[in-house]
Each structure stands twice: as structure tokens, then as C-alpha cells.
T-cell receptor, first 112, second 113 residues
Framework: GNSVTQMEGPVTLSEEAFLTINCTYT??????LFWYVQYPGEGLQLLLK?????DKGSNKGFEATYRKETTSFHLEKGSVQVSDSAVYFC???????????FGPGTRLSVLP | DSGVTQTPKHLITATGQRVTLRCSPR?????VYWYQQSLDQGLQFLIQ???????AKGNILERFSAQQFPDLHSELNLSSLELGDSALYFC????????????FGPGTRLLVL
């Protein structure tokens, strides 16, 4: 079946550090890939997405590239801020059936 | 603000009781999804409705049921509640059923005592 694996953390970084959160997936065909972010006490918000191989999603300084050859969609940001502290979820979506499969989430804490 | 609304925001009840959670999707969205988020299970997909019909089922217990009404709002019914049902319940909506971005509501926090 379809699945998403991501580093579970927690990840603790200092402000302005470089961030990478790894995400790999298992799926047949060509899923769409997403990163969602959940700030404390809130619901999930779409951060970025990519719908085909080699697409790069970007938003708020975050980037992720859809790599079909390595079945990966790693999230990166060059310089994190305290306000980026949140839980980040990688997810995939297929056309039919159970549309969204989420990874376990990675908790990021950024210290000033 | 995603445009998805959920009520109530918080719910405290006792074991054995029944509760109903309500979700209004974004204007124009036909699909509604329900998820459960707990500390030990992470984010679990429960069920999806599309334009009033059940479209996909995930890890939903038999004690739980859902429906989507003609005005497209949805309700999740949880019965014979157990302590382990304490969790955050999220509703999400999307325009169509095929791989579209899902927009999440703020969630209902359920505490079963």
C-alpha cells in the first residue's frame, strides 16, 4: 500500500540554521506530494506541494523537490526563524480510494 | 483561515456517551474528510464523503459513523465512547475527490473522562 516515512524528530535548531526534514514515500503510479504545517493549537495548513516528478514546491522560504528516482520529497529552508516552530507533515495523494496518506510528523523547535 | 469550520471547539464527556462533531466545508468544496489525531497514533484518516456519498473509508471504528448532508456540511458521530477516543478530530475539504489539496479546519478537541 501507499505509505510515507519521515524523520520523527524532535528537531531542535538555532535561529538562522539550515533545515532539512527528510520524507520518502512508497506508492504506485505518480502521486501528488505535500508538506503541511501545524502550529501549536491549530489545524494543518498547506505549506507547499508538487504534482509531478522534478517539480519544486516553495512557500515562505521552504522548498521541496519531487524526486521520483529516490521517491523523496525532502523539506528544506535556508534560515529558520523561531516562528517556524511547528509540526511538519509530509503527505501523498492518489487519484482514487484513500486520497491522503500522512507521515508521522516532525516536530521542529527553533531556539532564539 | 482555511474557510473550513468545525464545532464545537472543545468537548468533554464521559465514557459510554455519544457525541456529534460538525463540519462545514469551504464554499464550493464537494469532498469532506475526517481525521483523528492522537499522541500515539498520529494523524489517521477516518472517512471521506463526496457530494453526499461515502467515497473512502480508513481506520474508522464501527462505533463511529458520519454523513454528509445536501448542504454539504458533515457530521461525525462517535458513540459508546472510550477513554482512548480522546483526541483531536479534524475535518478537511477539497473541491473534488481526486488528489486535490485538502484544507483543514481548526479541529474539535474531545476529552473522554
Amino acid at each position: 500500500g501507499n505509505s510515507v516515512t519521515q524523520m520523527e524528530g524532535p528537531v531542535t535548531l538555532s535561529e538562522e540554521a539550515f533545515l532539512t526534514i527528510n520524507c520518502t514515500y512508497t506508492a504506485t503510479g505518480y502521486p501528488s506530494l505535500f508538506w503541511y504545517v501545524q502550529y501549536p493549537g491549530e489545524g494543518l495548513q498547506l505549506l507547499l506541494k508538487a504534482t509531478k516528478a522534478d517539480d519544486k514546491g516553495s512557500n515562505k522560504g521552504f522548498e521541496a523537490t519531487y524526486r521520483k528516482e529516490t521517491t523523496s520529497f525532502h523539506l528544506e529552508k535556508g534560515s529558520v526563524q523561531v516562528s517556524d516552530s511547528a509540526v511538519y507533515f509530509c503527505a501523498l495523494s492518489k487519484e482514487v480510494g484513500q486520497n491522503f496518506v500522512f507521515g508521522p510528523g516532525t516536530r521542529l523547535s527553533v531556539l532564539p | 483561515d482555511s474557510g473550513v469550520t468545525q464545532t464545537p471547539k472543545h468537548l468533554i464527556t464521559a465514557t459510554g456517551q455519544r457525541v456529534t462533531l460538525r463540519c462545514s466545508p469551504r464554499s464550493g468544496d464537494l469532498s469532506v474528510y475526517w481525521y483523528q489525531q492522537s499522541l500515539d497514533q498520529g494523524l489517521q484518516f477516518l472517512i471521506q464523503y463526496y457530494n453526499g456519498e461515502e467515497r473512502a473509508k480508513g481506520n474508522i471504528l464501527e462505533r463511529f459513523s458520519a454523513q454528509q448532508f445536501p448542504d454539504l456540511h458533515s457530521e461525525l458521530n462517535l458513540s459508546s465512547l472510550e477513554l482512548g477516543d480522546s483526541a483531536l478530530y479534524f475535518c478537511a475539504s477539497s473541491p473534488r475527490t481526486r488528489g486535490e489539496t485538502q484544507y483543514f479546519g481548526p479541529g474539535t478537541r474531545l476529552l473522554v473522562l
